[in-house]
Every structure is written in structure tokens, then in C-alpha cells.
């Protein structure tokens, strides 16, 4: 099988890529070929035989190429032009669609049913929904402004977004997210892909709610879990007495709400890890900042945890933090925002608490530090969950999605 994975960052540069470049890597394990279309970077690091990729848009840049930006943000000629020579070559039997506004833009959906049409090549036309961008001009579903979360574009009324400048609380720049929204609704664009899917349940029911997608070509299914090499060794370092948040360091993720609860638990040590804008206000005589962390040295520090906490406050879809923690064996209290409850359990491999509720949060977190019994239960069950690997999501994606 020919899979054509497209996405706007051909480099490591947050969750989708690196979903990509898994899903990528055990594809060709299984003997499929794999290319991929996105934008040229010179941090580029997978790509496709033509060597065709839109121009790298680079929105800190030169002046005179962001004159363009506007009108190539919303639909792009390039693009078209440019994943044409790959579908050509290549000939691919699905294409999987991941990011693609803004830098690319949906306008390659046409571009593919076009040769489809013209080729007579059959294309199996997949996307994953790794935000809320299709339905939330924005993405996220929050007014930035005032830290609304919302769903009033849901029904398809786009104009909310330049009403309450969504998009990093600019007028221009959320009147052109508004028309993009409308021009792709007016096209019926999303409703070419053969198969949308939601990584959350939470995600599927918003999206179930625009008439732009039909309800049988959305699926429910989690993202997967990546088991390092070692893993194994990592499993067996015995836990130590501290409660850890790794991730940004922002309001949207719940930081400022952890910090209250943080402050008013001053026997217990908290440990974060991270970088971001509230970097400053950790400060706290319990709290040990580690600063920015990956790899074996991040596990090692998620695994010996007594457990985590993931405060989010704003619409999570399945954040892959709350799986590598469970996965490791180490009980999350999550806000009951998004996807995040949906990963717990609420008593199982996890705890929740109400978003932005610092009081709650405090009460959940001193309850379960001082019953070790309770942790050592949802310990065992974090060892049960039992999240795909990457592996077994791929099976998957080649038996009931590409096929």
C-alpha cells in the first residue's frame, strides 16, 4: 500500500508530528511506502520523492512575503500545485490528512478528489482531527481575551470568531480565520474525506454537531502510547514522595489554579516540568522547578511520582501527557475538561476535579497524598489500562481505516 502522509511541520514540533513520524516509521516496518507532503523547513527531516513542499512561511518574517500571507493562509494555489507533482508520482492508495491550515489549507482536498477524478487512481482520503480547527476557527474553542471557553461556532456561525477576535486576540487575523471557515463551509470541503478521526469522544460529539460532517465518517479512537526502550527498566524504579505537573507552563493548562492548591499544601513537595510564560511564579518553598525535560530523564521523573496532576482549563482533546503518565504507572488527577476524563477513569487510574477549581483541587490532592492505599490500587490499575501502542493503532489504521 501507498500512504501519502500529509501535515503542515515536517519537523518535530509538537503532538501531531510526532504522530506522524510513528505512525510513518511502522508503516514502512510493515512493508508499505511511505511519503510526505508539508512545507519546506530547513529543519525538514521526512519527505517525498518529487521533492515538492509549499513555501516555508515563516510569520516573523520579511515584510514584503507576509503581504501574501492573508491570501495564502486561507486558500493556496500553491499547495495545490505542489502536492499535484507527488500525487503524480507517486500515486498513492490513501493519503492521511493531520494539520493542514494555514500553511498548506484545505484547499488540497479539491486538489486530491481532482486527480482522483481526472486519473482515475482511487484515493482513500483519511484525517486525523488533532484539534478542533475544522469546527473552532481558533482551534482550541476558547476566547483568548477573556478565557471563555466556547462553542459558539460549533452550529457553523464562523462570525463569533471575528466578533470576539479569537485568533490571538486580533481583529484581522480572526476575520481571516472567520472567512476561511466559511469559504471551506460554503465548498462542503470536509465532506470529500472518506474518514475523520476523533481522538476523543468529546471531540466526536462536537464535531457531530456541524452539518459540514456526516456522523458515519466520523470514528472514536485514542492516540497510542510510545513505549521507549526502556521502558521496561524505567518500571521497575520504586516510587519517591513528590506530586508532579510536567508540560507549559500556562493559564489554559490550569498552572495558575495547580500554584493556589500548591500553596495551600505546603507539607507536600511538588515537582514541575516544563517551560512557559508562569515559569516565574514558581517560586514556592515546596515547589522544585526542573525546567524543560525529555527522554529517559522525563519517564524516570513521571514513573517515581506519587501521582500527577494535569489541571487543564481549557478543552483538552487526548493529550498524550495524561497517557504517558498513566502508562507509567502513576495516577492523574485531571480536571473534567475535554478528553481528559475519558483517559482516568474517574477512581480507577485517576481523580477529578472540577476545571479551575483551586479549592477542589487542594482537597483532591490532600486527600490522595495521605492514602497510600488508594495510590497503590490506581497504581495497578495505570499498569492495566492498556493504551494502544504504536504498534497495535497502526494495525488498526491499516485494517479498518486505509482499507
Known sequence: MKILIVNKFLYPNGGSETYIFEIGKQLERLGHEVQYFGMEHKGRIVGNK????????????????KLLYPFKIIYSREA?????????????????????NFQITPSIIDEIRA????????????????????????????????GENCDKCLSGKYMNCAKNRCIHNSRVKSLLGTIEAYLYKSRKTYAKIDKIICPSVFLYNKFSRNE?????????????FIKGEDYDEIMKLPKKDYVLYFGRYSEEKGVGTLLTAVKDLPEIPFVFAGSGPLEKYLDGENIENRGFLSGTELHKLIRQARFSIYPSEW???????VMESISYGTPVIGASIGGIPELIGDGRSGLEFTSGDADELTDVIFKLWNDTEKQDSMEKECKNTGFDTVESYTDWLVERIYK
Open 212 to 224: 459540514a460532517f456526516r456522523e458515519e465518517d466520523l470514528v472514536v479512537k485514542h492516540n497510542f
Open 115 to 146: 486527480f482522483e477524478k481526472e486519473s482515475g487512481h482511487t484515493v482513500k482520503l483519511v484525517a486525523t482531527a488533532h484539534d478542533y480547527q475544522w469546527i473552532c476557527p481558533n482551534h482550541m474553542m476558547r476566547i483568548p481575551s477573556s
Open 80 to 100: 495545490r500545485r505542489q502536492i499535484r507533482k507527488v500525487l503524480e508520482d507517486m500515486k498513492p492508495d490513501v493519503v492521511h490528512l493531520n494539520n493542514i
Open 50 to 65: 518529487v521533492n515538492s513542499y509549499t513555501s516555508d512561511m515563516d510569520f516573523h518574517g520579511n515584510k514584503a512575503a
Open 315 to 321: 478543552y483538552e482533546n487526548c493529550p498524550f501527557s
